[in-house]
């Protein structure tokens, strides 16, 4: 029975069991599916039932659903839509103030120079595999905002990557100019070449495949071919040390110019991979947070560390989001979509405690910190920015002829 109970069989039809619970509480409450599947996950994870735990198995196949979440929606995007100059201020100040509130508000309560630096390094990360998510199910992807967010967020991360080289840096005592350059141009090229290998190299060779006779008996060929470049691309921005849902992301941007006659669709196949494995990645987040290993103490420092995570990414990136043109509504869904953590700030957290730098009870801090973020974006969406749109069409989103 133990064999059984600990084999993947069971795990995944667990999760997949639990997945369909967070559909059913998300209805009941009527907020968003990611609401759902991470209060599910809250619930049936170590904070509460204890039915399932954040094991190897659950955490490599959130890994995947993050990726393949990502690559859908780069689909939906166009690299010259979200690659403007403003992205690129609202990235810098979203990572620099609330690197510095995150500094601040730990020496405030006592915490020593180091543990406040990589603090304040968790906070500088987005995750946009919730606000993206978010976005898709209220059919806003293609909005001003969307592409700031999803443009900002893109090199939000490699300035991401570029403070926590330099904040490890200055902990350990050894800071290299030539190692924070070397870092910056890699990851800066990383994602230039692979955006223009992707469009064309591999969009141009694929559109040619799709002709030939061994495609036309083989259709789901290219579809194979699709999300093994998805996987590759995750690995390659890993290597370089971003985090692999920018790598997928890209690799679905890849896929703009391709025009597919005799194949399967890749994106067809990719959602229904998307259904499955994203549900799982976000009931992850639920079970990975534990509530038992709060104090009171912790308790105080994560209201306020929550606080100004928050606050730190609505101004740093809603003020230049209005600032570059953008109305206030944008501006402030900017700022929101940007303050998710998520797993980026929790694999900063990993990273801290492995280094010794925080103890176990700042990763705890963390980790609710990243799952409190991840949380206030689909709920201040779905109930404050496009509560008109949701009540209006009774909890659905509408379509384009709806709306009308």
């Not at 510095?100 to 987005?126: C, E, H, Q, R, V």
Request: net charge negative; hydrophobic share 55%; glycine share 10%.
């Amino acid at each position: 029975m133990e064999s059984l109970l600990a084999s993947p069989e069971f795990q995944m039809m667990l999760l997949l069991f639990f997945a369909l619970g967070g559909y059913l509480v998300a209805s009941r409450i009527n907020q968003s599916a990611v609401i759902g599947l991470i209060l599910v996950g809250l619930i049936v994870g170590p904070s509460f039932l204890g039915l399932i735990t954040y094991t190897d198995f659950v955490s490599s196949l959130a890994h995947l659903g993050a990726v393949i979440l990502l690559f859908v929606i780069g689909f939906e995007f166009n690299i010259r839509e979200i690659a403007q100059p403003r992205n690129a201020l609202i990235a810098l100040v979203g990572v620099i103030l609330p690197w510095i509130g995150g500094w601040w508000i730990s020496l405030l309560f006592g915490y020593d120079s180091p543990t406040a630096i990589f603090i304040g390094i968790a906070l500088t990360a987005t995750s946009i595999a919730i606000t993206a998510q978010v976005l898709k199910e209220l059919g806003k992807l293609q909005t001003e905002a969307a592409k700031a967010i999803i443009g900002a967020a893109v090199i939000d991360d490699v300035l991401g990557l570029i403070a926590l080289s330099v904040g490890t840096e200055v902990v350990t005592g050894s800071v290299s100019a030539s190692a924070i350059l070397f870092t910056t141009v890699t990851a800066f090229a990383f994602i230039g070449i692979g955006i223009a290998f992707g469009m064309f190299v591999v969009s141009r060779f694929l559109v040619r495949l799709d002709e030939t006779p061994f495609v036309q008996k083989f259709p789901e060929f290219i579809f194979i071919f699709a999300m093994m470049l998805a996987f590759l691309y995750a690995i390659g921005a890993e290597l370089v040390g971003l985090s692999g849902i920018v790598g997928a992301f890209i690799a679905g941007v890849s896929f703009e110019n391709v025009k597919l006659r005799h194949s399967r669709d890749p994106k067809e196949g990719a959602e229904y991979l998307r259904i499955i494995f994203a549900a799982i990645f976000f009931i992850s987040l639920g079970i990975i947070a534990d509530f038992h290993a709060l104090t009171a103490e912790t308790v105080v420092f994560l209201a306020a560390l929550t606080v100004v995570a928050i606050l730190t990414k609505l101004i740093g990136c809603g003020l230049p989001a209005r600032l570059s043109g953008l109305c206030t509504k944008d501006a402030l869904i900017v700022g929101f979509g940007m303050a998710p953590r998520g797993e980026v700030a929790m694999i900063v957290a990993l990273i801290g405690l492995d280094m010794g730098v925080i103890g176990q009870d700042i990763f705890v801090v963390l980790v609710l910190m990243s799952l409190f973020t991840t949380l206030i974006t689909p709920i201040v969406y779905r109930n404050w920015f496009y509560k008109e749109e949701y009540c209006t069409y009774g909890g659905e989103v509408p379509s384009p002829a709806e709306a009308k």
